[in-house]
């Protein structure tokens, strides 16, 4: 295999949507857009152990979505914040797009649970069962949408005893 092949398939395996799971349809950006809270993540070393986790999507001239991620240690009281572009990958109705913090190198963001009413939370994936993340619009969230949001997920096949939970202390 010649190494253009396989770099394309390396960069296009991580914008996937995992095997049996369908990202949200009559999904609206200008709703989605905004600030958005995490309540609940399956760990990953980019956010492993900050608190005050946010992200703040705004429409960028493009086309794009870009996408401004923060989150605090706890220990330091530093701040940590990423700045990154998204792109629809089907059609803009869709929500799963590819977001890239290093580009060329993008990921899998895919929309797979949505409040259609208010948007009030989301529950999003990566290409694969081990990214997933709980949003809200409110650094809180009822204790019966995240059991629900939690209960759903596990029917999905999430490992949903690892979850951890954010804390928003600002």
């Known amino acids: 295999m010649n190494i253009f092949w396989l770099l394309a398939f390396l960069l296009t395996s991580c914008t996937g949507l995992p095997k049996g799971l ?26 492993k152990g900050l608190d005050n986790i946010s992200a703040n999507y705004t429409l960028a001239p493009d086309g794009g979505v870009k996408v401004l991620n923060r989150g605090r240690n706890p220990e330091t009281g530093e701040w940590k914040q990423a700045e990154g572009k998204a792109f629809f990958i ?53 204790k019966e949408t995240l059991d629900a949001l939690i209960d759903k997920a596990r029917r999905m096949g999430f490992a949903t005893d690892k979850l951890v939970t954010v804390k928003h202390d600002r």
């Open 22 to 47: 369908t990202p949200v349809e009559a999904f609206e950006i200008n709703r989605y857009l905004g600030t958005w809270y995490e309540i609940a993540r399956l760990e990953q070393s980019f956010e």
């Open 90 to 142: 089907d059609q803009p109705t869709v929500g799963r797009l590819k977001v890239s913090f290093f580009r060329p190198f993008y990921g899998s963001y895919n929309i797979i649970a949505l409040d259609r009413e208010n948007y009030r939370y989301a529950m999003v994936t990566g290409q694969n069962r081990s990214y997933l993340w709980i949003l809200s619009r409110t650094k809180t969230m009822p």
